[in-house]
């Protein structure tokens, strides 16, 4: 599955930002679809992430600020930040992992996300 996800730019501090990410291929349905950011000087990690039949996962740092949903019909996954703060700022990616793989396997090119304060 191909990725692609948009959204991002440049917001204030409390404010809220939609990221959607459009996947290409057949069997969407068959992914867990996550959300990963990477921060500049930090590693990759994980936002949060959304079954199939649509059960979610959040990192603590965002659990409660963030929602993710997704549209199998559409192939569509999307992640609703709220509450945003500076530390948030980062390049958000969305990310695709077959339900027979360990691994996420397939990755969007990442959208950038600026929080000022």
């Known amino acids: 599955v191909q990725l692609q996800a948009s959204g991002g730019g440049l917001v204030q501090s409390g404010g809220s930002l939609s990221l959607s990410c459009a996947a290409s291929?057949?069997?969407?349905?068959?992914?867990?679809m996550g959300w990963f950011r990477q921060a500049p000087g930090k590693e990759r990690e994980f936002v949060g992430s959304i079954s199939k039949v649509g059960n979610t996962v959040y990192a603590d740092s965002v659990k409660g600020r963030c929602t993710i949903s997704r549209d199998n019909f559409k192939r569509t996954v999307s992640l609703q930040m709220n509450s945003l703060a500076p530390e948030d700022t980062a390049v958000y990616y969305c990310a695709a992992k077959h339900i027979a793989s360990p691994t996420y396997d397939s990755w969007g090119q990442g959208t950038q996300v600026t929080v000022s304060s």
């Open positions: 291929g057949r069997t969407f349905s068959a992914y867990v």
